[in-house]
């Protein structure tokens, strides 16, 4: 009965790779969101969906590209990835302005 | 732009304690105001939220906040505090912009000593 569930929860790779991170959510929200946190715990949007469709892109390499098969689902894709790729990645989803609700995280290192 | 200000990256209290966390925003229109804990190596948890109406709001766990608009702050306050709380907490505004973007502020640690 997990509201927002992310896979894998740690994720360690070398230089280089392209790896994914998967996301669902079952609370029938309309808006889907990545964020980074990094090692200082600071919290950043990188993208957000509503119903499919890409609403926020913020200033994010462009090996990172996010896709949502359906409104219940966004996915984080990242090629070639850099040591500064490491932090936390979040997938949270809301309805509309309200409140967000979180995953539980995936911690991507890159060695 | 929006923008959030935590004032004190950590906050040390004794067991039973008041807690007390600043929260100030910056925001050109009225802002929903959010507090999120992220206990560790967890997401983010909503402890309460501010949208319109009552300045006071109560949240999970004993917290509450106080929306002041004069102020332009969202302080987070508990009466007691128990060892469980101690955290990372999280203020985060979001102005109605057509779609909703959270900005969140540095993150408070609350350290709680017995």
């Known amino acids: 009965d997990t509201a927002v569930s992310q896979t894998p929860k740690y994720l360690v790779t070398q230089m280089g790779n392209d790896k994914s991170i998967k996301c669902e959510q079952n609370?029938?929200?309309?808006?889907m969101y990545w964020y980074k946190q990094d090692s200082k715990k600071f919290l950043k949007i990188m993208f957000s969906y509503n119903n499919k469709e890409l609403i926020i892109n913020e200033t994010v390499p462009n090996r990172f590209s996010p896709k949502s098969p359906d409104k219940a689902h966004l996915n984080l894709h990242i090629n070639s990835l850099e040591l500064g790729d490491s932090a936390v990645y979040f997938c949270?989803?809301?309805?509309?302005?309200?409140?967000?609700?979180f995953g539980p995280g995936t911690r991507l290192t890159v060695l | 732009a929006q923008s959030v200000t935590q004032l004190g990256s950590h906050v040390s209290v004794s067991e039973g304690a008041l807690v007390l966390l600043r929260c100030n925003y910056s925001s050109s229109v009225p802002p929903y105001l959010f507090w999120y804990v992220q206990y560790p190596n967890q997401g983010l948890q909503l402890l309460l939220k501010?949208?319109?109406?009552?300045?006071l709001v109560k949240g999970i766990n004993g917290f509450e906040a106080e929306f002041k608009k004069s102020e332009t702050s969202f302080h987070l306050t508990k009466p007691s505090a128990h060892m469980s709380d101690a955290a990372e907490y999280f203020c985060?505004?979001?102005?109605?912009?057509?779609?909703?973007?959270?900005?969140f502020g540095k993150g408070t640690m609350l350290l709680v000593s017995p």
């Open positions: 949270a989803s809301s309805h509309a302005r309200l409140e967000q609700f």
């Open positions: 609370l029938g929200h309309d808006t």
């Open positions: 985060a505004v979001s102005v109605n912009s057509g779609y909703s973007t959270l900005t």
């Open positions: 501010y949208t319109t109406g009552a300045t």
